[in-house]
């Protein structure tokens, strides 16, 4: 079975400043990962992925995460923090489902505040 | 414009009743899937679909009902069987489900309270 964490339920960072989530995931197989953002009252929105290859990956808004198999992780991060920033994050691992499909299982997420 | 749709997005209902929520994709995607999110515990899985008139069981399908007659329609039916029905329930979809490597994309959700 698969699993994600996500250490720490809320980070809180200064505007302008490095933003650094974390995520470390458990897979029998190479995992494919997902970091999705939700603002209030909202659906998710993919911020980046990793499937194969290259094993830093940007994404949009500035966000990047870099795959480490050596440490099961694959954190997100953003160099200098905006006010929009602030949403939940989430971490996901997929796998295929028993009838196809492709099962995602989250993380329980990371809200992160930014102050001024 | 493609996209999710989710309707209604604030739903009221007394207890012991079913309700049904509706998603709706013009993505032509042919998976789709229902999660359920409450606070501090991520999103769950309920059902997921791969194809027309097939449906898998999710990890916490348990008082839910769900239905695929058409490939751009996912309703899922909560029913009075659900102990704890009032969350989050968000629809999403994948371009095929064949690999495990689709992104999914999500409609904007809608909030389902049960008194």
């Known amino acids: 079975a698969q699993s994600v964490t996500q250490l720490g339920s809320h980070v809180s960072v200064s505007e302008g400043a490095l933003v650094l989530l974390r995520c470390n995931y458990s897979s029998s197989v190479p995992p494919y990962l997902f970091w999705y953002v939700q603002y209030p009252n909202q659906g998710l929105q993919l911020l980046l992925k990793y499937t194969t290859g290259a094993t830093l990956v940007k994404g949009i808004n500035g966000f990047e995460a870099e795959f480490k198999k050596s440490e099961t992780s694959f954190h997100l991060t953003k160099p200098s923090a905006h006010m929009s920033d602030a949403a939940e994050y989430f971490c996901?691992?997929?796998?295929?489902?028993?009838?196809?499909?492709?099962?995602?299982?989250f993380g329980t997420g990371t809200q992160l505040k930014v102050e001024l | 414009d493609g996209g999710i749709t989710q309707s209604p997005k604030y739903l009221f209902r007394k207890e012991g009743q079913n309700v049904t929520l509706s998603c709706e994709q013009n993505?032509?995607?042919?998976?789709m899937y229902w999660y359920r999110q409450d606070p501090g515990q991520g999103l769950r899985l309920i059902y997921y679909s791969q194809i027309v008139n097939d449906f898998q069981k999710g990890d916490i399908a348990e008082g839910y009902s769900v239905s695929r007659e058409k490939k751009e329609s996912f309703p899922l039916t909560v029913t009075s069987a659900q102990k704890n029905p009032t969350a989050f329930y968000l629809c999403?979809?994948?371009?095929?489900?064949?690999?495990?490597?689709?992104?999914?994309?999500f409609g904007p959700g809608t909030r389902l309270t049960v008194t």
């Open positions: 999403a979809s994948s371009m095929s489900g064949a690999g495990a490597y689709d992104e999914q994309y």
């Open positions: 993505l032509n995607h042919d998976a």
């Open positions: 996901a691992v997929s796998q295929r489902g028993t009838g196809g499909g492709n099962k995602l299982t």
